[in-house]
Nanobody, 123 residues
């Protein structure tokens, strides 16, 4: 089994900063990509940022220049540094990993999600 444990959400003032973390654990053989999605009330879940193994990060236009995604492969952890936060960044943020696990029948690649962490940008 795989667990994604998120932390770092909370309340931040407009213009402030917040850092989200997500640690993956379990029978992990390799992690292909890691990323963050968000879902605001009444809206669909959307990609915020993603970073593939050994590749360049990809960002939603709405967060480019403000958010930075990074990963620590040794810790199976992905981070999202949120700077210059805006009220429209308010949402539940979900960690996503596409990874390969070791199973009794061999290797299996699948998508995994964290439980979500609330980020509220408000004065």
């Amino acid at each position: 089994q795989v667990q994604l444990v998120e932390s770092g959400g909370g309340l931040v003032q407009p213009g402030g900063s917040l850092r989200l973390s997500c640690a993956a654990s379990g029978s992990i053989f390799s992690i292909n990509s890691m990323g963050w999605y968000r879902q605001a009330p009444g809206k669909q879940r959307e990609l915020v940022a993603s970073i593939p193994s050994g590749g360049s990060a990809n960002y939603a236009d709405s967060v480019k220049g403000r958010f930075t995604i990074s990963r620590d492969n040794a810790k199976n952890t992905v981070y999202l540094q949120m700077n210059s936060a805006k009220p429209e960044d308010t949402a539940v943020y979900y960690c996503h990993c596409r990874l390969t696990t070791t199973q009794p029948r061999g290797l299996m690649t699948d998508n995994y999600w964290g439980q979500g962490t609330q980020v509220t940008v408000s004065s």
